[in-house]
């Protein structure tokens, strides 16, 4: 079955860095937009960064300088570099895949809907004190 699985969450310091990694399985990743979005308890979830099948990425105002998106194909593996992190960060972070358009693909840094997404991870906590 198809798999998304998040890692690298935890809990730093302001201004501190994480990694947070999206593995694929039953899925060629290279075939799929992947996109990060984050969810803080009691808001809606929202868009954070995205990579379409070619490489172009997309980046929340929000993050945007702060945050870098990449994946390794080989790995079949997306990650999320987190530098600079704040505590309006701080949320559940899910990876998902699709194959949207590419109007659609830049939805997917928006607050939603998030159209053309096919699976879903379950996520990984981030979390940044005050």
């Known amino acids: 079955q198809v798999q998304l699985v998040e890692s690298g969450g935890g809990l730093v310091k302001p201004g501190d860095s994480l990694r947070l990694s999206c593995a694929a399985s039953?899925?060629?990743?290279?075939?799929?937009?992947i996109g990060w979005f984050r969810q803080a308890s009691g808001k809606e979830r929202e868009g954070v960064s995205c990579?379409?099948?070619?490489?172009?990425?997309l980046y929340a105002d929000s993050v945007n300088g702060r945050f870098t998106i990449s994946r390794d194909n080989r790995r079949n593996t997306v990650y999320l570099q987190m530098d600079s992190l704040k505590p309006e960060d701080t949320a559940t972070y899910f990876c998902?895949?699709?194959?949207?358009?590419?109007?659609?693909?830049?939805?997917?840094?928006?607050?939603?809907?998030?159209?053309?997404?096919?699976?879903w991870g379950k996520g990984t906590p981030v979390t940044v004190p005050k």
């Open positions: 998902a895949a699709g194959t949207p358009s590419n109007a659609l693909f830049r939805e997917w840094v928006t607050d939603g809907p998030f159209y053309g997404i096919e699976y």
């Open positions: 039953g899925l060629t990743l290279e075939d799929y937009a």
């Open positions: 990579i379409s099948r070619w490489d172009d990425t």
